[in-house]
Nanobody
């Protein structure tokens, strides 16, 4: 059975940093793309960052709105994926979800089969 559990969210001020963690189990590590998505109230869920590993190379992709501020990484020996969020802005306020899909990465939430329950990030000005 697949489980994904996010943690690390919180309420911070503009310019602050947070590090989100996704603890997952039940997946074969090397075969899955891991993604971070966010969803603000009354808005669609959007991709924030994805991370994949093809052989010995790690591939990452980011939404334009977070490039240069967010960094996604994964523990090569374990079952953790991280999202380091720096210089947070009020527009980053949303619930953040960790997700997994078998195969190559995608930026569409519809292509991800497994989801966590999410962790709230609130950034005040």
């Amino acid at each position: 059975q697949v489980h994904l559990v996010e943690s690390g969210g919180g309420s911070v001020q503009t310019g602050s940093s947070l590090r989100l963690l996704c603890d997952f189990s039940g997946l074969h590590y090397s075969g899955y793309c891991m993604g971070w998505f966010h969803q603000a109230p009354q808005k669609e869920r959007e991709a924030v960052a994805t991370i994949d590993r093809g052989g010995s190379t790690t591939y990452t992709d980011y939404a334009d709105s977070v490039k240069g501020r967010f960094t996604v990484s994964r523990d090569p020996a374990g079952n953790m994926v991280y999202l380091q969020m720096n210089n947070l802005k009020p527009e980053d306020t949303a619930k953040y979800y960790c997700a997994a899909r078998y195969g190559v990465c995608s930026d569409s939430p519809r292509n991800f089969r497994y989801w966590g329950q999410g962790t709230q990030v609130t950034v005040s000005s």
